[in-house]
């Protein structure tokens, strides 16, 4: 595609619910990167993917956060019991291979946990 | 972990300055990246590099690797450079993904 898109653009939730969030990468694109920015925040990373495997999650905040890639390239971040701290700007990103290449971002999801 | 510092956190500046803002980490790294935000949330990479200068455009983005310490420079600033510019560290080992400074608030007035 013509770059990275997320779906949905805004997400509200109330405490408690579950929500899934969607990467499309670049496509062809190997790898695959998820961030989460709080308000007025830089970025924090929370995983990334290469192809189909997860090879770094040491960024998820808690086990209530689990992201896959099962064919290796679309992307879902699914949080389990939304807390109200979890609200943020979910961005994912995408590069031809690896962490040391240029990364193009999605627009983002906002999620807003009640 | 590292740690990514910038400054200033604000800057205002007239069109036409000259701005340089800056970013220091902690521990080594093997790539920085220079990023910019605009309202609404859309990030567009600007520059990944491991030593030395380059430029595109009127955007300059310098690295000290021994000082742990890079600069990014705009020449001849224009309002539509208004936006928040996000440095982010690669560390050596390429663990943890990239760790983030808290971005630089630029306005540009006409």
Known sequence: GAGVSQSPRYKVAKRGQDVALRCDPISGHVSLFWYQQALGQGPEFLTYFQNEAQLDKSGLPSDRFFAERPEGSVSTLKIQRTQQEDSAVYLCASSRYGQQETQYFGPGTRLLVL | ?110
């Open chain 2, 1 to 110: 972990k590292n740690e990514v510092e910038q400054s200033p956190q604000n800057l205002t500046a007239q069109e036409g300055e000259f701005i340089t803002i800056n970013c220091s980490y902690s521990v080594g790294i093997s790539a920085l990246h220079w990023l910019q935000q605009h309202p609404g949330g859309g990030i567009v990479s600007l520059f990944m590099l491991s030593s030395g200068k380059k430029k595109h455009g009127r955007l300059i983005a310098t690295i000290n690797i021994q000082e742990k310490h890079s600069s990014l420079h705009i020449t001849a600033s224009h309002p539509r450079d208004s936006a928040v510019y996000i440095c982010a560290a690669l560390d050596r080992r390429g663990a943890d993904g990239l760790t983030f400074g808290k971005g630089t608030h630029l306005i540009i007035q006409p």
